[in-house]
T-cell receptor
Framework: AAGVIQSPRHLIKEKRETATLKCYPI?????VYWYQQGPGQDPQFLIS???????DKGSIPDRFSAQQFSDYHSELNMSSLELGDSALYFC???????????FGSGTRLTVV | AQTVTQSQPEMSVQEAETVTLSCTYD???????LFWYKQPPSRQMILVIR??????QNATENRFSVNFQKAAKSFSLKISDSQLGDTAMYFC??????????????FGQGTTLQVKP
């Protein structure tokens, strides 16, 4: 079965650079979520989209933005990167959240 | 606001034995869902089991079962016949139910489980 696809798997950027993370949800899933997981920490909710519209927003810095496109894939754009942005970024999708999300394998972002 | 607490940062168990991971949560709502996710070293988050708060019967998925105590706001995970492949970080998660299908999961801090041969 198709899973949630994230790219790239690893990304190394320098401070103040910009990064773009991509997420391709499971076909027919209508909601996409972005989470940030720091080293040894629990995932923190950033933002979600339902049917290409932002549905909820968490602790996402103003330097970050995200959108969902007509083909349902989503992109997380991060500008003016800081060392503290180094983390694992998960994308997940769901058809109905009450049945649980399906997570992608994550993008490991390292800011140097 | 809802919170999820996992008070055991690390646990270990011998292969083939049983282990229980604890989770408590805080909410003033009555209708919600609880989940356990597993994150192995490969880092993929995998859904292990889910529980609907309005159901009294504890959920079971093969070797995984939960002890859901709604009044105590407790949701522990029991792993029977532990296997080496169960070695992972386990996250308890809470989802508030509502008219929207797009609710966000709130995670606990995680428990690292080591299964020893």
């Amino acid at each position: 079965a198709a899973g949630v696809i994230q790219s790239p798997r690893h990304l190394i950027k320098e401070k103040r650079e910009t990064a773009t993370l991509k997420c391709y949800p499971i076909p027919r899933h209508d909601t996409v979520y972005w989470y940030q997981q720091g080293p040894g920490q629990d995932p923190q909710f950033l933002i979600s989209f339902y049917e290409k519209m932002q549905s909820d927003k968490g602790s996402i810095p103003d330097r970050f933005s995200a959108q969902q496109f007509s083909d349902y894939h989503s992109e997380l754009n991060m500008s003016s990167l800081e060392l503290g942005d180094s983390a694992l970024y998960f994308c997940a999708s769901s058809l109905r959240a009450v049945y649980g999300y399906t997570f992608g394998s994550g993008t490991r972002l390292t800011v140097v | 606001a809802q919170t999820v607490t996992q008070s055991q940062p690390e646990m270990s168990v011998q292969e083939a034995e049983t282990v229980t991971l604890s989770c408590t949560y805080d909410t003033s709502e009555n209708n919600y869902y609880l989940f356990w996710y597993k994150q192995p070293p490969s880092r993929q988050m995998i859904l292990v089991i889910r529980q609907e708060a309005y159901k009294q019967q504890n959920a079971t998925e093969n070797r995984f079962s939960v002890n859901f105590q709604k009044a105590a706001k407790s949701f522990s995970l029991k792993i029977s016949d532990s296997q080496l492949g169960d070695t992972a970080m386990y996250f308890c998660a809470f989802l508030l139910a509502g008219s929207s299908n797009t609710g966000k999961l709130i995670f606990g801090q995680g428990t690292t489980l080591q299964v020893k041969p």
